[in-house]
């Protein structure tokens, strides 16, 4: 019996060895290095209790918004997003990767998963734009000290949270996406041009909804832009820059993920910054394979409106949405009998909501305005304005 367990435990000591080996052995060979890059270092100052400014650059607190003006190069803007925003980059990552221990408390686990992650994903960053990269470079030097540097090299980790909406679905297939945008142009406006809505459906924590950011982004050479979203991100989920194209981004689910392409924020930044109407939107987001399935909603200022189904390894395929369109989480074009999207339509709230905004669509005022777009968004009921239960 005691040479039994001489041998369970020798045995056990081994597995324990290898796994710590493997551990190593991928966190140096699966390494995500950052480009030279060489910031100015210009530190921020407090100006005021609500405003914070570094140079060009500077964020002011409007209680539950912050608006942050970001300008420079992408190297400078990395930096300045950085220092100017720490406390709220380090409070948000630290919500993260609480909830990764509270979804997966046993360490071990973790450390399978994170490295199954850096394995898969170890040459994410060659999708990325040379700007991006040297963006979230500049980022990752100002973001000094680093409370997690355990988990990953900050540069490393900054690339892949970046990339966390293609990377997570890779390994999540809840169905629980909830997007809903309403777009209205031209003859439902009374004159040229659109306005679009939209719901957002990341709801990893009330801090994400409470404190969000408004980012005017001014980058030397590019198109300004302002975008919704929190701090740390570097990309777009929600936007529209100053020529008058405006996007989001919806979950959807179709074809099979890709670890190597750019990450969704990163393809609608670059739209921002590069297009000045639809169809150049569509060129852009063509040059840029999808690593996962989305659906992008995109109008400009002349009320061109379109609802964009991306997949990897298909071309994008583009629905012209009129001059009054309701948009949620399903696929309509060549996707639309993936078995994916069959079980969002089958298993998620996107039908109902369809249904009923497209009745909130055929009954909205023309024409319509920005307050009575908020409280179509507002909107709880169900088809034929009935109550629905708390927590529908």
Not at 365 to 379: E, G, Y
Request: with cysteine; hydrophobic share 45%.
């Amino acid at each position: 019996m005691r040479r039994a367990l001489r041998v369970a435990l020798v045995a056990l000591g081994g597995l324990g060895a290898a796994l710590l080996g493997t551990h190593l052995t991928l966190g140096v060979a699966c390494r995500i290095e950052p480009p030279s890059v060489s910031p100015t270092r210009q530190e921020a100052r407090r100006e005021s209790p609500s405003l914070r400014r570094l140079e060009d650059s500077f964020v002011l607190d409007r209680g539950d918004i912050l608006e942050v003006h970001l300008s420079g190069s992408p190297l400078e803007i990395g930096w300045a997003h950085a220092r100017l925003l720490y406390p709220e980059m380090v409070e948000n990552e630290g919500i993260l990767l609480g909830h990764f221990k509270e979804a997966v408390p046993t360490p071990l686990l973790r450390n399978l998963l994170l490295d199954l992650a850096q394995l898969r994903y170890r040459k994410v960053d060659q999708g990325m734009s040379a700007e991006r990269r040297a963006e979230i470079a500049g980022g990752a030097l100002g973001f000094q000290p680093d409370p997690y540097a355990a988990v990953f090299p900050t540069f490393q980790r900054f690339v892949y949270l970046n990339a966390l909406y293609d990377i997570a679905l890779s390994f999540e297939h809840s169905p629980l996406i909830g997007c809903t945008s309403f777009v209205f142009s031209n003859s439902s406006l009374g004159f040229d041009g659109s306005l679009l809505a939209r719901n957002f459906d990341f709801e990893v924590d009330p801090i994400f909804d409470r404190k969000k950011a408004v980012f005017f982004v001014r980058e030397r050479g590019k198109i300004p832009f302002a975008s919704v979203a929190w701090p740390g991100l570097v990309g777009v989920v929600s936007g529209m820059n100053a020529e008058g194209v405006a996007l989001v981004v919806h979950g959807g689910r179709a074809g099979e993920p890709r670890a190597a392409g750019d990450p969704v924020v990163h393809a609608l930044r670059a739209v921002l910054s590069e297009a000045r109407t639809t169809a150049e939107a569509l060129a852009v987001l063509a040059r840029r394979p999808p690593l996962v399935s989305h659906i992008v909603v995109l109008s400009d200022a002349a009320g061109h409106a379109v609802k964009i189904e991306r997949a990897p390894g298909a071309p994008d395929f583009a629905i012209a949405l009129g001059d009054a369109a309701a948009v949620t989480n399903h696929f309509d074009g060549p996707a639309a009998s993936d078995p994916k999207n069959l079980g969002v339509r089958a298993r998620t709230s996107t039908l109902a909501r369809k249904a009923r905004a497209d009745e909130l669509v055929a009954r909205a005022p023309r024409p319509i305005d920005a307050t009575a777009l908020v409280a179509m968004l507002r909107d709880r009921k169900a088809v034929g304005d009935r109550a629905l239960a708390l927590g529908d």
